[in-house]
């Protein structure tokens, strides 16, 4: 039985290395990551612009990004209420999208815009240094915060034991979670698919 979770591919982004998620966190693992995020949040001036940029699929937790949009507008609008929060989605649509939009429009009126990959939310470039993003479309983005979640991949664990496809992850008989590429090794968890 394995559980490898996952690693980022940091080679996805140019400009973007494992060392730069001191500067913009993924906050995509626990501890110092959420921590780091938190602070940049709380450190942020009234009127301040987030962008929270989601990976393309398959990635830990789909709803994940979007869950956090809604905890961050929820403080926004607590605490900062002239900040506004930017998704550039690398994805045309997201999961369970449509309950996520009429709960922010509902909830956050004009705190929160999302951009789909199409229009402009795929990120080609990404520069620590002065926090700018550069999409596939259009001219490049700055924030006060910026929460970068990288695209994934199974867990360096699973790679070097050969139970990886060639997208990354971990293919399994989804009844038994038995590996399709070694039998009587099963994985579980966010690495298999």
């Not at 994940?64 to 989605?89: F, M, T, W």
């Not at 509902?106 to 402009?120: F, H, N, T």
């Not at 939310?121 to 002065?130: L, N, P, Q, S, Y």
Request: net charge negative; glycine share 8%.
């Amino acid at each position: 039985m394995l559980s490898p979770g996952i690693n980022f591919r940091w080679e996805d982004v140019e400009g973007m290395t494992a060392a730069d998620e001191q500067d913009i966190p993924h906050a995509w693992q626990g501890g110092a990551q959420t921590t780091l995020l938190r602070d940049q949040l709380t450190a942020m001036h009234d009127g301040g612009t987030v962008i929270i940029a989601p990976p393309d699929n398959p990635f830990r937790c789909p709803p994940g990004p979007y869950e956090r949009v809604s905890l961050i507008a929820h403080y926004l609008k607590q605490h900062k209420p002239r900040s506004k929060i930017l998704i550039l989605d690398a994805k045309d649509k997201f999961s369970k999208q449509g309950l996520f939009m009429q709960a922010w429009e509902q909830l956050y009126p004009g705190i929160i815009e999302w951009v789909k990959g199409s229009d402009g939310g795929r990120i080609d470039r990404v520069d620590a240094a002065t926090r700018t993003l550069h999409p596939e479309i259009g001219d490049p983005v700055t924030a006060d915060v910026i929460n970068f979640i990288p695209p994934q991949t199974a867990g360096a664990i699973a790679h070097a034991a050969g139970l990886v496809n060639n997208d990354g992850w971990c293919p399994v008989d989804q009844r038994t979670f038995e590996s399709k590429i070694h039998k009587h090794i099963h994985v579980i968890g966010d690495a298999s698919i």
